[in-house]
């Protein structure tokens, strides 16, 4: 099934409770909520006192991805706060088994990142055990870039691996998506589709949002 995750970095702050409840209200179903330390990316975004005022205003799933050097300290602060999935970087992650089994341990999905540059072949050995991957289409750290086109041949391939091992993980996608290429996003293999300007950058979310998921389910009709 396809989802659209709006990403709250390019949402007005100031409205948030407002911007989300109304997404709840036109079908979607999955958050995106950006991490960043100002040290393994170029940029500071929210902590774990937003994921739990956001846990109290819906029922949405939280899906938190943590761009900072130390995610095996903090990933256990975010659950607490109500993330129902959590997303760690490949780069970042020397024992990523035991940070996979880690999240899983207490109570949440994990999932893995790939920034553009890291190859699929990094996660072969831990396919079997992750909850989802998320192949990132710009480099991380900002919202608003544009998408880097090679990172599809990425999503293809990780497809490819999927089928032919029997494994059933989402694959996430994270940059640049638009109206304009979502449908053939989703038609290399995306399940799960991040979003942020597309849907906070003009005045009305809910109405992108529906735009965007039409595009997409469309898009993965003809895939199947
Ligand atoms: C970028 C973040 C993204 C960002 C996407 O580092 O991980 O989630 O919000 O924003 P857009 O959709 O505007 O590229
Ligand atoms: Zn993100």
Redesign the pocket.
């Known amino acids: 099934m396809t989802e659209i995750l709006p ?1 709250i ?2 949402a007005d702050f100031a409205h948030l409770g407002e911007q989300v409840a109304a997404l709840e209200q036109a079908g979607c179903r999955m958050l ?1 909520v ?1 991490v960043m330390d100002g040290h393994f990316v170029p940029n500071l975004t929210v902590g774990p006192p937003v994921v739990a005022s956001l846990r109290k205003a819906t029922r949405l799933k939280l899906d938190v ?1 943590l ?1 900072i050097t130390d995610p095996d300290r903090y990933a256990p602060l975010f659950i607490e706060a109500g993330a129902d999935q959590v997303l760690v970087h490949q780069e970042t992650c020397p024992h990523l088994d035991r940070t996979i089994r880690m999240i899983q341990g207490l109570g949440a999905r994990a999932g893995v990142v790939l920034n553009p540059a890291t190859p699929v072949a990094t996660l072969d050995e831990v396919l079997e055990i992750v909850d989802y991957v998320l192949i990132m289409s ?1 480099n ?6 544009k998408f880097i086109p090679y990172t599809l041949n990425k999503v293809r391939g990780l497809a490819q691996k999927r089928r032919e091992k029997g494994l059933g993980f989402p694959i996430e996608i ?4 638009t109206p304009d290429n979502i449908s053939e996003i989703v038609k290399a293999g995306v399940d799960w589709v ?5 849907i906070f950058g003009g005045g009305n979310p809910a109405a992108a949002f529906a735009e965007m998921r039409q595009h997409a389910q469309a898009a993965a009709a003809v895939h199947v």
């Open positions: 990403s970095l390019s995106h950006d991805h761009m710009v991380p750290g900002f919202g608003g870039q994270d940059g640049g998506v991040v979003a942020g300007s597309a």
